[in-house]
């Protein structure tokens, strides 16, 4: 479902391209009892940069997310959302694995949650950004796990974030629908230009997707790679391949040389 | 008879939608038959069971002189009273429970131990406290009421999806919009729950409260057509809880399809 803007609609949106926000995470540390999930973490990133975050499961990856957003916090270290011109706070949204929609409420109203009700029309405006805007009084219960989703996107989009969090929003979707939000996401983080936080396990959506590749392992960073591939970017092209192959081979801890052997 | 049952049960097999709808009351009907057929054989005396149609004419006569409508709203009116005050106050001590960890602290445990006697368990001591006022059935009903209400609200709200609640605070609700946008209505399938069951035990407590003590409602229209083997007016009096039962069942499933129309579970149009 590629989402086309038509030319005036991308000026527009060009000039708001500063929207995006730095993140600095300085020495953060989180434990859960006796496990430490980070220890002493460190990044930087710089305002309007997609960064994707992959690692194992239950490597930090969610939890270091999790904090940017405040839903946890760490027992040292700090983090600091930059500040915006004009803006007071930084507006901060989050994309969680399962939609989290309220059941109860029907698809517009849901994109509207926290909104003020005089801008129905931003919210319908963003609903048909994603596609949606003829499922404005759908219930959630009635859409498909993708359409789910490009809700839950809608609804962080209508407050113009300045930083987006994305915690493997698309991991239970399937193939296709995942590929076709793919698109829509980098297709609306380019016209917009926030900031975006990925956390995913799936390499080749990081790689699709995001400036930067961040691979966390025992709590630290254990690679910081930078994705030098032009946009649009295709799955199928050998500069793809080869860092694709590196990264996970990377995840896997497996050396090339051990692998020339089999 | 056999001849017309064959006839019928053809049509219902060429219609299939006619008969899916017909098939929950082919066992009633039966029974009505053969019920009417036992009183006018003489097989069932009429001092132990009267006929359907003794039963028809009693309920035409009864309500023609107004004294049926008259038992009717008493009792309506006991059964609702009771509904609101327990219900009420079960609602808001289930939320209170609930929501805030102090509350249930201090009153689930005693709340508890309360649930575990039976209301009706109670009717020597009432009758002392209240005689046979209408304070006394308002309180037992209240009684029977406020548990399974309060039990419902208060697993309800404990039951809020903990990831709309943390959805919901990143998106700027606290406090009271937390507890209109996510909190209640997350909680309302378990409560209407809890209303659709105290709605039924309702009925069943003032039955009982009504044939011990009252000097109307039903209940008493129906004990004192004991005293004069009025077996007609029992039976129409038994049957009007079976319908008023039903139309309070009705009633809660009225509101569960309203209140609960987003939820699949309860499948009705968008």
Redesign the interface.
């Known amino acids: 479902m590629p989402v086309t803007f038509s030319s005036r609609e991308i000026k527009a949106e060009n000039q708001r391209c500063s929207r995006g926000v730095s993140v600095a995470i300085e020495n953060v540390s989180i434990a859960f009892g006796e496990r430490t999930v980070l220890e002493n973490f460190d990044v930087e990133i710089p305002a309007g940069e997609f960064v994707a975050i992959v690692g194992r499961s239950g490597c930090g990856k969610s939890t270091l997310l999790r904090s940017v ?3 946890e916090t760490p027992q040292a270290g700090t983090i600091s959302v930059g500040k915006v011109a004009g803006h007071e706070k930084p507006d ?3 994309m ?1 694995q ?1 939609s ?1 929609l ?5 698809v517009l109203p849901n994109v509207m ?2 909104l003020e009700p005089a801008l129905i029309a931003q919210a319908q405006k963003v609903l048909a950004q994603v596609g949606l805007a003829e499922r404005a009084n ?5 859409l498909s796990g993708g359409q789910r989703q490009r809700v839950a996107l809608a ?1 962080a989009l209508v407050h113009d974030p300045n930083l987006l969090l994305l915690d493997e929003p698309l991991g239970s979707l399937d193939a296709l629908t995942r590929i076709e939000m793919q698109q829509l996401i980098e297709d609306i983080w380019r016209s917009r230009g926030f900031t975006a936080m990925l956390v995913t396990h799936d390499v080749a959506e990081a790689l699709s997707l995001a400036d930067r590749v961040i691979l966390i392992e025992g709590g630290r960073v254990a690679l910081d790679e930078v994705v030098n591939i032009p946009r649009p970017r295709t799955r199928g092209s050998a500069r793809f391949a080869a860092l694709e192959e590196r990264v996970l081979g990377r995840v896997l801890q497996r050396r090339p040389a051990v692998e020339d052997q089999w | 008879m056999n001849q017309d049952q064959k006839s019928a049960m053809k049509t219902q097999l060429q219609r299939g939608n006619l008969a899916k709808r017909a098939l929950p009351w082919v066992v009633p009907i039966l029974l009505l038959i053969v019920w009417q057929w036992a009183s006018s054989a003489g097989v069932l005396p009429s001092r132990f069971l009267p006929s359907p149609r003794a039963v028809v004419h009693s309920f035409i006569e009864l309500s023609a002189s107004g004294e049926l409508w008259t038992h009717v709203r008493v009792s309506t009116l006991r059964a609702l009273s009771g509904f609101v005050v327990g219900g009420g106050l079960g609602l808001l001590l289930g939320l209170l429970t609930g929501s805030l960890r102090w509350a249930e602290t201090l009153l689930d445990t005693t709340i508890q131990m309360g649930r575990n006697i039976p209301p009706l368990a109670l009717i020597p001591l009432v009758i002392l406290w209240f005689g046979i006022d209408e304070s006394a059935k308002l309180f037992l009903v209240s009684l029977g009421v406020f548990f399974p209400v309060y039990i419902n609200t208060f697993h309800g709200i404990r039951s809020v999806d903990r ?2 609640l ?3 605070r ?4 606290s406090g009271w919009s937390l507890y209109r ?2 909190i209640l ?2 909680a ?1 399938p378990s409560i209407l729950v809890g209303v659709r069951f105290s709605l039924g035990l309702m009925w069943v407590i003032l039955i009982v409260a009504e044939t011990i003590s009252a000097r109307s409602g039903i209940g008493y229209m129906t004990m004192n057509a004991r005293e004069f083997m009025q077996t007609d007016v029992m039976v129409v009096g038994i049957l009007l809880y079976a319908i008023l039962g039903k139309l309070a069942d009705l009633l809660a499933k009225g509101l569960e399809r309203y209140w ?5 579970a309860y499948e009705t149009a ?1």
């Open positions: 957003a405040g839903l901060v949204r989050v969680f399962d989290r309220l059941p109860w409420r029907r949650l926290g759908d219930w959630p219960a009635t609804r | 990831g709309l943390e959805m919901g990143t998106y700027g609700l946008e996510i209505p997350g309302l609960l129309r987003w939820n699949p968008r």
